[in-house]
């Protein structure tokens, strides 16, 4: 701490951008402009546009959270992104991840970081739950696109992407407060939940026609950036061994080979399919990269 009590930066990213914006070198006007903003912690200083008309200190503290950020994203992922491209990302990015975990993950529906950041860190042991705290900050630094937001009603007004996230499904538009209570008797409480489940299982919970099941989930997705498309070959091969995996664990849980020889049949040059244009797309990129 300095010696009016405020704390200082570390150096070391996953704790700076946990520090409160009360506890540093801020005016109390420029405390009460970020706290009608909804910025608590340094992490939320990202979504505070920088400029002329602000405040000195505001200016400082951005810069402050935006190299913490640079170090901190640059140490989690295997891509440099901005906040919102990072959270729409595949888990596949996380840099030196143990590749069972991030299976495992697929396997259960969560394939995005913004699917990450959803989860009970309680759960889950060490090391994915820093994976949760890192996907939470990415969130906690996301600005909510104008296109989000049309996708709710007026009674939620977020202030950033991890308060959608987290947030009731009742608030997005075509779900409301009667399947929102359905779906929480399932144990899915917010909107990164819902974005992760099988529409078969919310149209079987909700007993509600497929198409309008597929629709829920859909929205979901979309509102937490799930659905972009990537925006590199890394991204794209990482949602490519998403798809993957989730297809042999869908074959394996169904028993899908073990209905008659066709099917059998199918779901084995389906699974060789899928490695081999995995093979494929590495190969491409190794070839385009070159030697390193």
Known sequence: MSAKGQIEPTGNPWKDLNIPVSAMAVSEGSLERLTDAGVERLVDMLRVEPGRNVPKDINALRKMAREAYDTFIRDFLDESLEPGDALAANIGLISEADQKAIRDLWDSGVTTLSMLAALDPEEYRVEIRRWIDAAEYIAAASRVPPEVRAM??????????LDVIQASPRYLLGIGPKYSRKLRRWGIENIGT???????????????????????????????????????????????KSVRERFKAAVSENGIDKLGDDMAILSRDLDIMLDEYVTFVETMERMRRGPD
């Open 194 to 240: 819902l974005a992760m489940q099988p529409p078969r299982d919310i149209r079987d919970a909700l007993k509600i026609p497929p198409s309008l099941a597929t629709g829920f989930v859909e929205k979901a997705r979309e509102s937490i950036g799930a659905m972009r498309p990537p925006g590199s070959v890394d991204e794209a091969l990482a949602d490519l």
């Open 152 to 161: 709710f009603n007026r009674e939620f007004d977020p202030d950033s992407m």
